[in-house]
């Protein structure tokens, strides 16, 4: 027997959802069809673009209870190399047990299993208590506003604990850093190449600046250490000048901080901020603020955390592991909210945005079976589950 997550799977890389351009109009609506056929009360949503494509899926409880919500972003990498692949990356092809695909892993893969998990829990009659929420988002390849960060802001959703679909071979990433991006700028005067002392560089004034900032927060940075997550550094973009054969007259670089849950990101911009200020050449200095999110970090005895160390330990017959956080997920937007999030999925990391890329069927099956264990101990379900395909998902 074909576990019916795979067909879902299949459905969803045939599906382009690429970025650019990052529509997701056709595939909210395949997530749409489904969950309304289920029995959700489904809103398909957009901020501004109407490209981005946001579904919303809701089942009440029959009594009181939390909010549980479960989140994948739809949207994808771009092919990029057509020569690369090895298979039609808009088609699953399984290869030594393993689903091969454009977004496989990243984030199809999970968005397969949330889905799968929404139709066998209408199958089972619905959540015995609280609420019961699915979302897949657009704009989260573009680290955009339109997509999980817009239902958060609109108030659309109001979780209590938060599930992000993500690559972590089925175990836990707790704590997330911060994120946060800044540009500093500087201002010269331009004038000839032959005659440079009658211009003013903007690129050397502005080396002066990263130089400075760079040693200062590095000296800085290298106490804040919160277990294996560390506060970061890093100049990933430096432009100016308009020809070889004229004296710039401006030049920007941008920086990407990453800041442990604890640090804000307001406070961090602060810091770096007041390097500028208080540098010899500041009155042609600027720095500005680009984006900025907060981390979280999610207590490892909480209610969410607690149930879902229990369901992996179930299915795999060992104990769940925590995980270290490298990128950001859309888990960021809810950082300030209070509640818990958990970044938790099928497939590896170092397997997303390339060529090839691939999920494990054994661990995509074992994905199911844990996520309808973890709504099982969090919010109940009343009828019984399918024997068969768990044993399916538990023994491969």
């Known amino acids: 027997m074909t576990h019916p997550v795979l067909s879902i799977l299949s459905d969803l890389i045939a599906i382009p959802s690429a970025f650019p351009p990052g529509d997701t109009v056709a595939i909210a609506a395949y997530a749409a069809d489904r969950l309304e056929k289920a029995g959700y009360r489904v809103q398909v949503l957009h901020r501004d673009r109407p490209e981005i494509a946001n579904v919303v899926a809701e089942w009440d409880g029959p009594a009181p209870g939390p909010c549980l919500m479960f989140n994948a972003h739809a949207d994808t990498v771009g092919i990029g190399e057509r020569s690369a692949w090895q298979t039609d990356p808009l ?177 961090a911009f602060a810091e770096i901020e007041a390097l500028v200020k208080a540098h010899p050449e500041a009155d042609n200095l600027s720095c500005r603020l680009l984006t900025g999110t907060n981390g979280f970090r999610a207590p490892h005895d909480g209610p969410l955390v607690t149930a879902l160390c229990a369901s992996i330990a179930a299915v795999t017959g060992t104990p769940a592991r925590f995980l270290p956080d490298t990128g950001a997920s859309d888990g960021r937007y809810f950082a300030d909210d209070g509640i818990e999030i958990v970044n938790f999925g099928p497939g590896a990391g170092w397997q997303g945005h390339r060529a090839n890329e691939f999920v494990p069927l054994d661990q995509l099956l074992a994905t199911t079976a844990i996520l309808e264990g973890l709504v099982e101990r969090t919010l109940g379900l009343p009828g019984k589950p399918d024997r068969a395909l768990a044993r399916r998902a538990m023994t491969r």
Request: with cysteine; proline share 3%; net charge neutral.
């Open 91 to 267: 088609a699953a092809t399984i290869i030594d047990g393993r689903v091969h695909g454009l977004g496989a892993g990243n984030c199809k893969g999970s968005m397969a299993a949330q889905l799968w998990l929404a139709d066998e829990v209408a199958r089972r009659g619905g959540p015995a208590r609280g609420r019961l929420v699915f979302t897949f988002c657009g704009d989260e390849e573009n680290l955009g506003p339109d997509g999980a960060r817009y239902l958060r802001e609109s108030g659309v959703v109001k979780p209590d604990m938060l599930v992000v679909g993500t690559q972590t071979e089925n175990q836990l990433i707790t704590a997330e850093r911060g994120v946060m991006w800044v540009e500093l700028s500087a201002r010269g005067r331009s004038a000839h190449a032959g005659n440079p002392q009658e211009g003013d560089n903007a690129i050397l004034r502005l080396m002066r600046l990263v130089t400075h900032v760079d040693a200062e927060m590095t000296g800085r940075l290298r106490a804040r250490v919160s277990g294996e997550q560390r506060s970061t550094l890093n100049v990933g973009l430096f432009r100016g000048g308009e020809n070889t054969n004229v004296v710039p007259g401006a030049a920007r670089v941008e920086i990407d901080r990453r800041l442990l849950p604890e640090e804000k990101v307001e406070t």
